[in-house]
């Protein structure tokens, strides 16, 4: 790997971690920063707000396991202290908290290693700041050091009084199993894997909500109300939706044009609603493999529910071939498959969950049964799907 791409892998996991860290201090947030709400790349690398004032800065530092611990002449320390005086007044002692998060260890001695919770010592370590800033010859530090030393006495004191240093966070292979333990209570028994992928992608979502300030931050309070909703979707009554209209690849749209429910509704003149009944039918199939492997549902319950289905069909199906009679022409039957199909695409009668209401999985199913042939909606439906069989082993 080229220098400039080891370069560009490190910042993305940077970002990456500085994302997921933020989740990680929101969850531990909830007893000291009980109204309070976290930011992005709004104050600092992430930030605490109370009424939209910050009260704590948070520079991250992401490292390898293999980088070495961290000292007082490092350029990650005169880095943070350079973004902290270039962005609030080092000198006001009613400004905020000032942390510093690495995955590194303080080595001991140093004054990284005085600023640690949850007993530091702010005198020492602005000695030990002092002698790095005026004993490091590092040229990429030599503005930052420079500015720290042109700063008043007092101004430093109260500098380095706000500091603070969290070393040894976890990295970012660790973060989930943290993320986990805050969150063991809300966890549903066999399913924290499922229940996990859905936090972290509503997570992001809201990262990148913040990074395009289409909001500035997200608050304790919504994200315990995510959780708990969340949580209720493993309930006895209740399923979680794991696939979005938004997941709907593309190329689905070409591999599903000569599927057989889709000829079903070109056979009933319903062209317009083939884009939405192959996003309904994607969605209820990948949504019904991820619950599977998942062991949210079993087998028997996805045979009974589309037992369901198929039998409310048959009656609106036996109901229609009464209604059109022997001698009805091919326009009759066409509106009269357009109608049933709109009528049973409406039914929300039968659910695989009586608290489960999402209905494009009621939708899909119907296409998927379509699908094999069990239901459909022309009156001469069979023979056409024979002859489609037919056709495609020709």
Known sequence: ?????HEASASALGYIFQAQLALLELLRGQEDHPDGAISLELHDDVAWEEDGRPVELLQVK????????LGDKDDDVWRTIQSWMDTHAPGDEYGPMLTLVTTQEARPGTAMAALKAPNPAPAQALDLLIAAAQESKAKDTKDARAAFLALQPAQRAVFVQRMRVID?????????????VKLRAALPDGHAD?????LWAWWYEQTVDMLQKRHTSVSVTRLMQRISRIRDDYTSDRLPTLVDREDFPREAETELADACFVHQLRWVGASRQLNKAMVDYYRAYTQTVAWLEDDLVDLDELERF????????????DWMLDDLGEDATDREQEQAGKALLRKTLDQTRYRIREAYDEAFFSRGKHHELADRGRVGWHPDFE????????AARA
Do not use: C, Y
């Open 1 to 5: 790997m080229t220098s400039s791409a």
């Open 306 to 317: 589309e037992g369901n289905l198929a039998d409310e069909w048959q009656r609106e199906f």
């Open 168 to 180: 040894g966070s976890p990295s970012i292979d660790d973060l989930d199993a943290q993320v986990r």
């Open 62 to 69: 992401h490292h390898i396991r293999s980088v070495r611990s």
């Open 194 to 198: 499922s229940f996990m992928r859905q």
């Open 383 to 390: 023979a056409r799907v024979k002859n489609l069989i037919r």
